[in-house]
């Protein structure tokens, strides 16, 4: 996907940038040069490999160091409602405020 000029021209109006000409044409060298690399990615064949949870599993095995998920605080949402003007089923209620 190459961009042209007007594209370039159109996404700085949009950022509501004033680009001279010399730079929207570096900018269009280098958004080109991003959407080139973004293809190139897109081509290579990606079935069968696992997604990596950190680059670094990549080089060595990596073990995670995740607590347990386990409750730590009390339920104190009626304390937390008591104060609100209107609650139903745990829930609280608002104004309706688009129509």
Not at 17 to 40: D, K, P, Y
Not at 62 to 67: A, H, N, S, T, Y
Not at 69 to 88: F, H, I
Request: charged letters at 25%; proline letters at 5%; zero cysteines.
């Amino acid at each position: 996907m190459a961009l042209t000029s007007e594209d370039v021209s159109r996404i700085a109006h949009l950022a509501r940038l004033e680009l001279h000409a010399e730079e929207r044409a570096a900018m269009l060298a280098q958004l080109n040069g991003f959407f080139s690399i973004v293809e190139r990615m897109s081509a290579v064949d990606t079935a069968g490999v696992e997604p990596l949870y950190t680059p670094l599993s990549a080089v060595a095995a990596v073990e995670l160091r995740l607590r347990d998920d386990v409750v730590t605080e009390p339920d104190a949402r009626e304390a937390n409602q008591r104060s609100a003007p209107t609650v139903e089923d745990g829930l609280y209620l608002v104004p309706k405020v688009i129509e």
